[in-house]
DNA sequence: TTCCATGTTCCGCA
DNA sequence: TTGCGGAACATGGA
């Protein structure tokens, strides 16, 4: 599920089994995950390193191999899977990184729609993108993302997925920030209050910290999240209304009809 | 069989 | 210039 708070969970795992491992193999099982690179170069640049440090950046992960980082995006059905017999290496194993402790990393994703590639530097892959802040860094500040909203036209939900305006929000958390804070996803961005974009910054961090650390403890998100009723005609926990269906920015989405406005 | 899917990119149009 | 709709990508799962 690669939104923000999943590629978290993702960068976290990584760090707990791969940091420090010498890599003894790479098995590209199948090309057509890889970015730019070319799988020669891939292997070459990684076998005989071992990462030292990771990083993410919204939906994008970047492990230290110096001088080269890994890079992942995970698409819409990317996940990683450590292990340790051959038996349990995942059905879409796209990619599989070998360590001398007989352990293997997978890079698994179904639909294909991920990317695993090489990049020099993660500020310039970052600058390049046009990548806006990170939701749960410090450069998120009130300020810019009141300016934004000032200058932009659309639907609010679209401002909320657009990777350049913030990095990291996906159609589902889009959804989920939107519900909490009662403003219907059609709604246009001049006709937010002031009240109510900073309850949608405040929104927007508090949903994704929230899901983080109760991943961390193995616990799904509250019974209160939209994302347990992401279907037509289902009752809206805050309000009793009934959970309707649209498409906006090109996505489905869900929303409480009574209670978003 | 048909519809839908947590993402990104590209094209055409207003 | 900005934003949006639609299609494409590849592969299931319900």
Redesign the pocket.
């Known amino acids: 599920?690669?939104?923000l708070p999943?590629v978290e969970i993702y960068a976290r795992y990584f760090a707990r089994h791969a940091l420090g491992q010498p890599i003894s193999g790479i098995d590209v099982r199948?090309e057509?995950i890889l970015g730019k690179v070319r799988k020669r170069k891939f292997v070459e640049s990684l076998v005989g390193k071992a990462f030292k440090s990771v990083r993410r950046h919204?939906?994008?992960f970047f492990a230290d191999a110096g001088p080269a980082w890994l890079y992942l995006?995970?698409?819409?059905?990317g996940d990683l899977v450590y292990y340790r017999k051959a038996i349990e290496r995942p059905?879409?194993a796209r990619v599989v990184f070998d360590f001398e402790n007989g352990a293997h990393l997978a890079y698994d994703d179904?639909?294909?729609?991920?990317v695993v590639d090489l990049v020099d530097d993660p500020d310039a892959f970052i600058a390049e993108?046009r990548l806006g802040p990170d939701p749960l860094t410090d450069s998120f500040r009130l300020r810019d993302f009141q300016r934004i909203v000032e200058?932009?036209?659309?639907?609010v939900?679209?401002?909320l997925?657009?990777?350049d305006i913030i990095?990291?929000?996906?159609?589902?958390?889009?959804d989920e920030a939107l519900y909490q804070t009662s403003i219907h996803p059609q709604r246009?961005?001049d006709r937010l209050s002031s009240a109510e974009v900073k309850a949608l910054f405040t929104a927007v961090r508090r949903i994704l910290r929230e899901t983080i650390l109760r991943a961390e403890r193995g616990l799904d998100r509250p019974p209160r999240y939209l994302i347990h009723r992401?279907e037509e005609g289902e009752r809206c926990p805050l309000c009793g209304g009934t959970i309707r269906?649209t498409?906006?920015?090109?996505?489905?989405t869900y929303y409480c009809g009574k209670h978003q406005r």
């Open positions: 599920m690669p939104e999943e199948d057509r919204g939906k994008n995006h995970f698409g819409m059905t059905q879409f179904m639909r294909l729609f991920g993108r200058r932009r036209r659309g639907a939900k679209s401002l997925m657009s990777q990095a990291g929000i996906g159609n589902l958390y889009a246009g961005v992401r269906r498409v906006v920015f090109g996505r489905t």
